[in-house]
């Protein structure tokens, strides 16, 4: 009797424990239903704000926020996105410096590609101490002034991947030592899970960037054409006019460029102007804005810098181009003007006065030599 009472408890017992056990899955359950669906609302709301936003950078902020909604354990994060060049540049930050907007990192100084080469989402332990084996000395140094190395714990990191190819990565990176938010599998299955429908946000407004680009870019050089800087100049006219902000722009020309065509052909003028352009990018930040607007003339749109700012990039852009060395050399000459609440005036008006600065300039170095 006694033994029959004592195997009736223990079967009770277990079925206490069973179905304590199951409530228990079932609200784990509910929980990871519940937060799959704040995701799913999360990721539709940001499908539904991108066919509003024109600006490229705007679409990688709007992204980054609803990434680390998603993932509730951290508050920071970055996108880079790779160049022509394979170089990473950060295109969002959230919790950092915007200073990281002028740091380039080559592709195999990127931890994820060290890690798994691109292969899918990553927890990344110890960032800071593979940052400093692998990271060229000078940019990690860059990295820890703007506070962004030492401060982070681990990275949850994912590859962005576009019609097959790697076009940058999100970190979303993790600050505490409180073992309650770290990084952990749940939050590699949120990685895969918002990754197809970021990346065809992403590959749809890039796709209507393209026919945008048609009408707002110079194919020779990949700048921005004339049309399009007279629109960015419109728009820094009218900051002008509503606060007290200030710009500076220069108009730039090659020296003697018809003589380059006349000596060696037009298509290597064509090439005098792609090494120019490229030249010139490496010299600009993010802010900047340049544009090619006629055949070897360009403009340069330093926001919120003044003249002596500009001229210390054009100084920087005449020693690069005289450090590489082609068959023939290239040099120019430039105006530049600072646009403030006092002084300014119509597109049409401010570019004929850099215009005509512009020529003094090249009049002034040919009466020189």
């Not at 950092?96 to 990192?105: A, G, P, Q, R, Y």
């Not at 899918?120 to 960032?127: L, R």
């Not at 003028?269 to 600009?284: P, Q, Y």
Request: aromatic share 10%; glycine share 4%; proline share 2%.
């Amino acid at each position: 009797m006694r033994f029959t009472q004592l195997i009736m408890f223990l079967l009770i017992v277990s079925l206490i424990v069973i179905i304590f056990m199951q409530k228990i899955r079932i609200k784990k359950l509910k929980l990871i239903v519940d937060k799959r669906d704040k995701i799913r609302k999360d990721l539709h709301k940001i499908m539904d704000d991108i066919p509003s936003i024109d600006n490229e950078n705007d679409i990688y902020d709007l992204i980054l926020d609803g990434v680390t909604k998603c993932i509730d354990k951290t508050d920071r994060g970055s996108i880079l996105i790779e160049d022509e060049e394979g170089n990473f540049n950060f295109r969002a930050i959230k919790g950092f410096s915007d200073e990281l907007k002028n740091i380039k990192i080559p592709r195999d100084e990127i931890l994820l590609f060290r890690y798994n080469g691109f292969s899918g989402p990553a927890i990344i332990n110890n960032p800071n101490e593979l940052n400093m084996l692998y990271m060229n000395k000078d940019r990690y140094d860059k990295l820890i002034k703007y506070d962004a190395s030492l401060l982070v714990r681990r990275v949850l990191s994912m590859p962005i991947t576009l019609e097959g190819k790697v076009k940058g990565i999100i970190n979303i990176d993790n600050i505490y030592n409180d073992e309650c938010v770290i990084f952990d599998d749940s939050d590699i299955d949120i990685m895969y899970y918002i990754k197809l429908e970021l990346e065809l946000a992403i590959k749809n407004f890039l796709i209507k960037e393209r026919w945008k680009n048609i009408a707002s870019i110079d194919p020779l050089t990949g700048l921005y054409n004339r049309r399009s800087i007279e629109g960015f100049l419109e728009e820094e006219i009218q900051k002008v006019k509503d606060d007290e902000s200030f710009f500076s722009i220069a108009m730039m020309d090659i020296d003697d460029f018809k003589g380059i065509n006349d000596t060696f052909g037009h298509n290597t003028g064509d090439s005098a102007l792609k090494f120019f352009s490229r030249t010139l990018k490496e010299v600009i930040t993010y802010e900047d804005i340049c544009g090619r607007i006629a055949g070897d003339e360009f403009v340069l749109i330093f926001k919120k810098q003044k003249t002596i700012e500009g001229e210390a990039k054009l100084k920087k852009l005449e020693e690069n181009l005289a450090k590489r060395k082609l068959k023939f050399n290239i040099g120019f000459s430039y105006g530049i003007s600072l646009i403030h609440n006092k002084n300014y005036k119509s597109v049409n008006k401010i570019m004929e006065e850099i215009d005509k600065k512009m020529y003094c300039s090249k009049k002034r170095k040919k009466s020189v030599l």
